[in-house]
Each structure stands twice: as C-alpha cells, then as structure tokens.
C-alpha cells in the first residue's frame, strides 16, 4: 500500500485550512509549508497533526519533500478540499499494491460568485516524491498523468 503525504503551502490561511485538512483522511502524512503566517495557521496545522516547515526564498517546491515520509504526494492549495468521491478514490488507489504511472491528475471545480465552474483541464497533483517539475508551490501539468476519479473543491477566499 502506498503511503501519501500532503503538501500545502500556506500564509494566512486559518479561515479556510481547517476545511482543507479535513478532506486528507486518505494521507498518511502532513506537510505545512508556511509563508511567514501571522494569524492562527500554524495552531489548526498543528491540531491536525501537520509538520510545519517555514518557506525559505532560496528553497525550491521540491525540496519540501526531502522530509516526506512518504514516496507518493498529494499538492493542494488551503482554498481546496477532496470530495469524497476523490477521497475513495486516493483509499483505494493505496490498496493498489503495483502503481505505476509517472503522476496522477485530479479535475477540479471553482466557487466562484455565480455558482460552482468545472475546470475541462485536469491538474497533475498526485506525484512521486521524486518529481522535478513545478509551476511554482504546485506540480506542473503532466499530459501524460492518469485522472483519478473525483474532484478537488477550490472554495472563494473568505
């Protein structure tokens, strides 16, 4: 069974963190990369059981892994939670003795003022702890990661 670390980059982000850590059950692991946060984040982190490492300028995205527990890892952003259905996807997908593929991709929906907005693009965010290729805090799309059945939630900031 393939164990998942969550990553998240955070900064100020207590209104909404606690919604997002909620959804990883599936994760086996917690991984806080905190932007210099000034309100609660690093607390509700903390209840959750997340390692929390400060951002560093001179740090790489990838770098954050080397303290990854785990070889698979799952990115999102705080403004984001699993459906259940992405949820027990990523449960069983762990059942999978053999997983192959270079990454995994999720679809994702947007809140947005006039209602939720499905995104047709899937998103590369389920990687190995070896992965190489960021945009910034999140992996760069891979054409060739597998879609995994169900969908990530981007809420509007509070």
């Not at 999102?76 to 449960?91: R, V, Y």
């Not at 945009?135 to 900031?157: I, M, N, Q, T, Y």
């Amino acid at each position: 069974m393939p164990p998942v670390t969550a990553v998240l980059h955070t900064e100020n982000d207590a209104l909404r963190l606690g919604r997002a850590l909620e959804t990883l059950r599936a994760c086996d692991e917690i991984i806080i990369v905190d932007h210099g946060s000034r309100d609660a984040t690093a607390r509700i982190a903390r209840e959750y059981g997340a390692h929390i490492f400060p951002f560093k300028a001179e740090t790489s995205p990838g770098s954050y892994l080397q303290s990854a527990r785990c070889d698979w890892i799952l990115c999102l952003d705080p403004s984001e939670s699993l459906t259940e259905g992405l949820e027990a996807t990523l449960l069983e997908w762990k059942s999978v003795v053999d997983v192959s593929g270079p990454a995994f991709c999720v679809f994702l929906r947007e809140e947005t003022p006039d209602g939720w907005v499905e995104n047709p693009t899937p998103q590369t965010r389920l990687v190995p702890r070896t992965w190489t290729a960021w945009k910034d805090v999140l992996p760069r799309h891979d054409p060739s990661a597998v879609a995994l059945e169900g969908e990530l939630l981007r809420f509007l900031l509070p």
